[in-house]
């Protein structure tokens, strides 16, 4: 019995996201730890020389001493851990997974033909592409003059991030548009570690082992890109986050809100940041974070945006999309799912409750129908999710003709699961 490439598929994506998360926890909860510690340090009396600080920690039932050196202690320890895999793998498990979701997926998911009617491999090279030219911008920039001034530098990234968040929702479409100025952010930080803090911590380990005092000016730079990975943290896994609720992505002002959520990084970070520095708890923080999100709701719902009706059935389908329209079969097919979905999935709803076609999916024209043709396959043919709790009473028979209709074109092998 061979799963039919969709199973295949998806449970690849699963495993894909899978380890992206951890990866991302991994990383994350790492960089946070750091972050913590640097700003808890306290002196003490008997430090030894070139020791900044020490902390007292205690977890997991026993009692940990950390010092931090700060430019270098004076000899090399035997054994040194380093932390660099927990971000190379988040940041190869995320390419992994835009090559699934968006590159293979790009018909469905990266190209709206309605702001650029471009090739796949068009798309996948602006993609692609564009996180590499994003790095290489950002790494000049930090290599400038600005660099002398941290707040400036800070605040043209800011600004720099948006315009690339708005340059991205002029070509993708919106779903693609926030999660690809995520990977943009994310990259910026992944490669932050690998080449520039890496290698300066190298140096310093050379140095140390050839007994030449070290350069503290390579701490100092490895300093800077870690402020910036440390704000642009919590707006990066927002991002990511951020295709899975429509409201967020299906709004003409999703660049800005993406601004917004870049501002909250900073704010939460500050709060947690002058906590553990000691500084105090600054709860004004807190009502900037929640008027900032209030914000964001006002935004989402001023500029929702799909197509109409008449627009979705007069758009052009594509090749594949074409092909499940003509499949026999289709016309039962859409009839049943008019029926049986579009009650919640329309531009306007009709089920009590429901204000928003659930996750921006739109089943109401035949065009919207042929356009999510895996979509029911996975959720209303070959699993029983949708309709939710089957309230709308789709019958095993339109179910059963839905996956023969699917595989018609799926190309997909007998499966040997259900009929
Ligand atoms: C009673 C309202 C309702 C009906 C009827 C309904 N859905 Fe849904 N649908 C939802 C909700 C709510 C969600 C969001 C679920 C979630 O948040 O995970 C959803 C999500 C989806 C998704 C997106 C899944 C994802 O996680 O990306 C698809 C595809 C879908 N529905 C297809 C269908 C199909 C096909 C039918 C008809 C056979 C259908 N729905 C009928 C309410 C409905």
Redesign the pocket.
């Known amino acids: 019995m061979i799963p039919d490439s969709v199973i295949i598929w998806e449970w690849l994506a699963f495993a894909v996201r899978w380890t992206h998360v951890i990866t991302a926890i991994a990383w994350i909860g790492s960089s946070f730890y750091f972050i913590a510690l640097d700003l808890s340090l306290r002196k003490a009396p008997d430090l030894p020389p070139g020791a900044y600080g020490e902390e007292w920690q205690v977890h997991g039932g026993g009692f940990y001493h950390i010092r931090k050196f700060l430019v270098a202690p004076e000899r090399m320890p035997e054994h040194l851990t380093w932390f660099k895999w927990e971000s190379y793998s988040t940041w190869l498990s995320g390419a992994a997974l835009l090559a699934v979701t968006y590159w293979a997926g790009a018909n469905l998911f990266l190209i709206d033909p309605q702001k650029a009617d471009l090739a796949i491999w068009q798309a996948v090279a602006i993609s692609g592409g564009s996180l590499a030219v994003g790095w290489l911008i950002y790494d000049r920039l930090c290599k400038s003059r600005l660099g002398e001034h941290p707040t400036a530098l800070m605040l043209l990234l800011f600004v720099a991030l948006v315009a690339m968040g708005w340059a991205y929702d002029q070509i993708f479409t919106g779903r693609a548009a926030l999660l690809h100025l995520g990977a943009f952010t994310a990259t910026i930080m992944t490669a932050n570690v690998f080449f520039i803090i890496m290698p300066n911590q190298r140096i310093v380990v050379a140095d140390l082992k050839a007994g030449r005092a070290a350069d503290p000016k390579y701490g100092k730079i490895a300093k800077l890109r870690s402020t910036h990975n440390n704000y642009l943290t919590l707006p990066v896994v927002f991002l990511m986050l951020s295709n899975?609720y429509p409201l967020a992505f299906a709004s003409e002002y999703n660049w800005l809100i993406a601004a917004l959520i870049f501002l909250m990084g900073v704010t939460i970070r500050h709060f947690f940041n002058s906590m553990h520095a000691g500084k105090g708890q600054l709860w004004w923080t807190w009502a900037v974070t929640a008027m900032l999100f209030v914000g964001i709701m006002w935004l989402s719902a001023l500029g929702l945006n799909h197509d109409s009706y008449e627009e979705s059935q007069a758009r052009a389908l594509t090749q594949v999309e074409q092909r499940f329209a003509d499949a026999e079969g289709f016309d039962a097919v859409s009839r049943s799912?008019a029926g049986?979905?579009a009650?919640?999935?329309a531009r306007e709803p009709s089920?009590e409750g429901?204000h928003h076609a659930?996750?921006g999916?739109l089943?109401e024209t035949p065009a919207d129908i042929a356009r999510?043709a895996k979509?029911?396959y996975?959720?209303?043919g070959l699993t029983n999710?949708?309709?939710?709790a089957n309230?709308?009473g789709?019958t095993q028979d339109e179910r059963v003709a839905i996956i023969r209709w699917f595989r018609q074109v799926g190309g997909v092998g007998v499966a040997g699961l259900r009929p």
């Open positions: 899975h799912v049986r979905c009650m919640c999935h089920w429901i659930p996750k999916v089943l999510s979509e029911i996975v959720q209303a999710a949708m309709p939710p309230l709308s789709m």
